[in-house]
């Protein structure tokens, strides 16, 4: 039986597709990609539904952005992982079932590491910072091109638009992915953020679903709540 538990016990990688809604790339003064655009967080950053808060580290600013994930399905037979998938709608067979998320962003410590050129790889890293719904079946969502994701902070949405308005589809993006680095079964693929990303503060509480047909889909509700870094632990983040 799959659960989220197993996902991530089996998620090898995380990629995560940048800049593919037209209206987050305008609110971070980013240029916009001219072919999929992805980096990688780590599975240790996954945050599994009612375990615990997520974390912000100290002298960090933290933005929340809201993304459907999908998750990697068996290979077809005879091969050991998805390799060079077509851009065509039977790239969608790869996929097992999907997951809502929140793609949490030390928005500073990114901000810094594009100035200086350097990799942003800590800006999405920390433990924590990849809250997961409960595995949703591949079933309840027909289209993932046309669902809408909404996010909250304390009550107020934040985020709320339709993957309709991706700048690339799910098959493009699984497509120039696999001719990278191979998808295993079990990998999550993150698929961008649309407009509307900010601060989460400690003490907040962050909600967010997901709507197919204009009807909520009741496992995909997430709800965390975040808190500072205790005192104990050795990082503080300092700009140099």
Not at 81 to 101: C, F, G, Q, R
Request: overall charge negative; aromatic content about 6%.
């Amino acid at each position: 039986m799959t659960t989220v538990a197993t996902i991530k016990q089996n998620c090898r990688k995380v990629v995560c597709i940048g800049r593919n809604y037209a209206d987050h790339i305008t609110e971070l003064s980013s240029a916009r990609p001219s072919q999929p655009f992805f980096f990688l967080k780590p599975p240790s950053s996954i945050l599994l539904p009612r375990s615990g808060p997520m974390i912000r580290p100290r002298g960090v600013t933290l933005h929340h952005e809201v993304e459907l994930g999908i998750v990697i399905g068996a290979p077809p037979s005879g091969h050991s992982s998805w390799k060079n998938i077509p851009n065509t709608p039977s790239a969608l067979d790869s996929i097992s079932s999907y997951l809502l998320t929140i793609d949490m962003t030390a928005r500073n410590v990114q901000n810094e590491a594009k100035r200086k050129g350097l990799p942003w790889s800590i800006a999405k890293g920390f433990d924590t910072f990849l809250p997961v719904s409960e595995h949703i079946e591949k079933s309840k969502i027909p289209d993932p091109h046309d669902v809408v994701l909404w996010l909250s902070v304390n009550e107020q949405v934040k985020q709320k638009d339709s993957t309709n308005l991706m700048l690339f589809d799910i098959p493009r993006m699984l497509s120039d992915i696999s001719q990278v680095m191979a998808l295993e079964e079990g990998d999550i693929v993150l698929t961008g953020t649309p407009k509307g990303v900010g601060p989460v503060e400690a003490g907040d509480v962050v909600r967010c679903g997901l709507e197919v047909g204009g009807k909520e889909l009741e496992e995909a509700r997430l709800e965390v709540e975040c808190v500072e870094q205790g005192k104990e632990e050795p990082y503080e983040y300092r700009e140099t």
